[in-house]
């Protein structure tokens, strides 16, 4: 791709944005289904303040909870230490740190489209399933995850579309260093930063591309859903 106007490091934050992201989307799934099910299902008085916290990276700074997350894994943080101590070395400054933060900070991004998507399921479809006797686990993969396709979709596009527009979180944690943690938005930053504007619009234009293209193919989902549903009914 000697054709297109990138230079290596462009590449390498490129590659790095895309790993960082498919990483931390896979691993929101995993947290963030169990989590927005207990949401969607709890009659606990704790779940306000479960659903708050979850919801606290859409109105924190992002700088806000980078530093945070920096003093906590840091030498002198319990993280930290704890992973000192498991022979893991420490998170800030590396991918590993980038990855906890970006979990964290698009949380909210998957937990609440699966939240809507099992709060909005028909019960008698649950009921249903559990006078057939059907497991928690047959329940959830052959009567939840159908009915919760949209939201699944939502969330997986969302969370992966934030992570790979994060800047000032995985800034203060991972730092700026080329080939480990400089990500696209760091890319467009040290570009701007030294007058190369030329290659800050490339890759800037990337990004407006890239949003384009998930918002659309993201309504462009839900259009087909909905008329699928039609169709059925």
Excluded: C
């Amino acid at each position: 791709m000697d054709w297109l106007p990138f230079t290596a490091e462009d590449w390498a934050a490129i590659r790095l944005t895309l790993e960082l992201s498919a990483g931390a989307t896979l691993i929101l799934l995993v947290l963030g289904t169990p989590l927005a099910w207990w949401l969607a299902q709890t009659r606990s008085r704790f779940k306000p303040v479960v659903a708050a916290l979850v919801a606290m990276p859409l109105v924190l700074p992002p700088t806000v909870l980078g530093f945070y997350l920096l003093m906590l894994m840091g030498p002198h943080g319990w993280v930290g230490q704890a992973t000192q101590a498991l022979g893991l070395g420490r998170l800030p400054f590396s991918f590993g740190g980038m990855l906890v933060a970006s979990v964290l900070f698009s949380m909210p991004f998957v937990v609440q489209p699966l939240h809507n998507a099992f709060e909005g399921l028909d019960k008698r479809m649950l009921e249903a399933a559990a006078t057939l006797r059907a497991s928690p686990l047959d329940t959830f993969f052959s009567v939840v995850l159908p009915l919760s396709r949209r939201g699944f979709l939502t969330a997986t596009i969302l969370g992966f579309a934030h992570t790979v527009g994060e800047f000032g979180v995985v800034l203060m944690v991972g730092g700026n260093i080329p080939g480990q943690t400089r990500v696209v938005s760091m890319q467009i930053y040290n570009h701007v930063e030294s007058m190369q504007y030329s290659h800050a619009h490339w890759l800037a234009g990337l990004m407006v591309a890239f949003a384009f293209i998930v918002l659309l193919s993201m309504h462009l989902m839900n259009h087909k859903l909905d008329v699928e549903k039609a169709v059925k009914t």
